[in-house]
């Protein structure tokens, strides 16, 4: 059974930094794309970030380019987001998710339960 | 960025009746050296994660009831609820992947009329 359990998230004031987690597991972590989506409260869904199972290859969100950093630890079969430089407009539940495949090219097949960032002073 | 735009923003059906929600890209899905549309739906019920329901447009995910249907191609796209439950009401997304920045819908609420 494929599990997907976040952690990390926090009360953090603006210009924080956060480091979110993502434990997998019940699938060959290595092998699929993973993706961060973040979903603001009372509001819609905001795809963040994704990172490669084929060639670890990143992408971000304009909204958070050079400010977050998507990595993954394949040993660990964990998933990670490093979130600088924080601004209010980051307070979100954050789920990771599953992509169907290795490219990012894919619908998301599993997600998280999400874990909750407040950006505020 | 591909925008995807779904109507209606909110939908009241009766139990029985069918439910239809609607979405279209700012530009094709469609890619075509397969021939598959790069486009995804999902439900969200309060307190919970996203769920997948379609994806490639049309294909249920396994699991998913057969009352949940999908269908459309470039930018125009349709997902249908044959004969709504009390169980399906829910925010639905509908999601584009055809570009590797990926964009939702802003979202259809369903309600019970």
């Known amino acids: 059974e494929v599990q997907l359990l976040e952690s990390g998230g926090d009360l953090v004031q603006p210009g924080g930094s956060l480091r979110l987690s993502c434990a997998a597991s019940?699938?060959?972590?290595?092998?699929?794309?993973m993706t961060w989506v973040r979903q603001a409260p009372g509001k819609g869904l905001e795809w963040v970030s994704c990172?490669?199972?084929?060639?670890?290859?990143?992408y971000y969100a304009d909204s958070v380019k050079g400010r977050f950093t998507i990595s993954r630890d394949n040993s660990k079969n964990t998933l990670y987001l490093q979130v600088n430089s924080l601004r209010a407009e980051d307070t979100a539940v954050y789920y990771c998710a599953k992509a169907q495949g290795s490219s990012g090219y894919d619908p998301l097949h599993y997600w998280g339960q999400g874990t909750l960032v407040t950006v505020s002073s | 960025d591909i925008v995807m735009t779904q109507s209606p923003d909110s939908l009241a059906v009766s139990l029985g009746e069918r439910a239809t929600i609607n979405c279209k890209s700012s530009q094709s899905v469609l890619y075509n050296s397969n021939n598959k549309n790069y486009l995804a739906w999902y439900q969200q019920k309060p307190g919970q994660p996203p769920k997948l329901l379609i994806y490639?447009?049309?294909t249920r995910e396994s699991g998913v009831p057969d009352r949940f249907s999908g269908s459309g191609s470039g930018t125009g796209f349709t997902l249908t609820i044959s004969s709504l439950q009390a169980e399906d009401v829910a925010v639905y997304y509908c999601?584009?992947?055809?570009?590797?920045?990926?964009?939702f819908g802003q979202g259809t609420k369903l309600e019970i009329k």
């Open positions: 490639w447009a049309s």
């Open positions: 990172i490669s199972g084929s060639d670890d290859a990143t």
């Open positions: 019940g699938f060959t972590f290595s092998s699929y794309a």
């Open positions: 999601q584009q992947y055809y570009s590797i920045f990926h964009t």
